[in-house]
């Protein structure tokens, strides 16, 4: 009932979307689609169930909505309860988006590792790729990640922290603040 009632709300924001000029239609594009589920040893589920989650965000949220309503178990009231609360935190958002650039970049060679027949020359090219894709995003790609998930946020209402902001980090007395220059849980 509820996969139903998340394809329905799904729809409805496409739909939304579609009449604000926000996104484009054509062939191929805006198909339905439910929420995968990652399995445990490949990448690929993981990118994928996070693609989803990101294109399906409005919809979860309302289903998630309803059912914190609707639910007349305590359990699910409160499951609901708290993944609205995860979810619309600005670090879940961060890193969910920093998953799909990561693992987004790895797919390629991901894919290619898990073919029968693998052309090791290529599989290294491939490595040589993701080297060098995270290297650059470690050295540049930190601003526009930030940016992403910012508007991200901002479309979605979701509370993001001042980086200037003076915090006291964990495990820290009180007095000894510092600059939020970068998010608190990064090292």
Known sequence: MRKDVLLAKHHDVLLEKIENGEIMTGRGLNQESGLAIPGDTRWGSHLKTLLRILVMWEAIIDVLEIVKKDSVKPACTGGA??????MESFDFVFIMHLMIELLGMTDILSRALQRKDQDIVEAMHLITDVKDSLQDIRENG??????KVKTFCEKNEIEVPDMDEEINIRGTSRRRKQKNS?????F
């Open 81 to 86: 309860l708290g993944l609205i609360g995860k």
């Open 142 to 147: 930190w601003e526009p990640l930030l940016k």
């Open 182 to 186: 970068r998010v608190p849980w990064m």
